[in-house]
């Protein structure tokens, strides 16, 4: 199994070793640097090239926000993944501009903080569906610009593909829950896209909230 490095930045000590501890129990994850302020996170993200960056929002010298835009210029294939309690518009709509890889909360369960590094290393965004319902009002309002008119009519198996992705399903588990294939995952994604009018699976997902394509609110066995 391919090891995943992980930079990990958050200005309280006990939150950093709690976050450590857990990411320790599974032999893929390695914490190869620690930082308690966004400058550090930046050295290290530029001397280490971790795969993955888990960054809290509000941290001393530079914040959160500011970070992930720079590792940008200094680590391109760096995912940042922001572990924060911090759930405010201005916070989420400035991380998505910046170009965060995923979003969750620091109330997330071990097994979801795992999945959701596993699929930001992937190349698959994450956010918590809090997060997620927050983006698609704001985007719904008008907060987040859309250059979207009419769209194709999505069949019934690619808005199940799409709920199980905004339940923030990877495309294996996707695809074991379809009893389907991982290509046709993928190219359901990719008729999705099309449809949509999108480029991405986090914009197809929130496109589906916003729109009330997909429920996350109904019972998953329903």
């Not at 320790?24 to 390695?30: A, G, H, V």
Request: net charge neutral; proline share 4%; aromatic share 4%.
């Amino acid at each position: 199994m391919e090891r995943i490095n992980i930079v990990l930045a958050d200005d309280h000590p006990a939150m950093r070793e709690g976050t450590r501890r857990i990411l320790e129990r599974y032999p893929e994850l390695k914490v190869v640097g620690e930082a308690e302020d966004g400058e550090q996170a930046l050295e290290l993200v530029k001397r280490l090239k971790p795969d993955v960056a888990i960054l809290d929002i509000r941290m001393p010298k530079l914040n959160g926000i500011e970070v992930v835009r720079r590792v940008k210029n200094l680590s391109p294939n760096t995912k940042c993944l922001m572990l924060t309690a911090y759930d405010d518009d201005d916070y989420i709509l400035a991380l998505m501009e910046a170009g965060a890889s995923g979003y969750i909360l620091k109330t997330t369960q071990e097994k979801e903080l795992i999945e959701s590094i596993r699929s930001v290393n992937s190349g698959e965004p994450v956010l918590h569906p809090a997060i997620a319902a927050k983006v698609a009002r704001l985007w719904a309002q008008g907060a987040i610009p859309s250059k979207r008119k009419e769209v194709e009519q999505l069949t019934p198996r690619e808005l199940e593909v799409l709920e199980l992705a905004a339940r923030g399903l990877r495309n294996r588990a996707v695809a074991d829950k379809l009893g389907i294939s991982v290509r046709t995952v993928e190219g359901h994604f990719n008729s999705i896209f099309a449809k949509l009018g999108v480029s991405s699976r986090m914009e197809a997902v929130l496109y589906g909230l916003s729109q009330h394509l997909v429920n996350l609110e109904k019972d998953e066995g329903a």
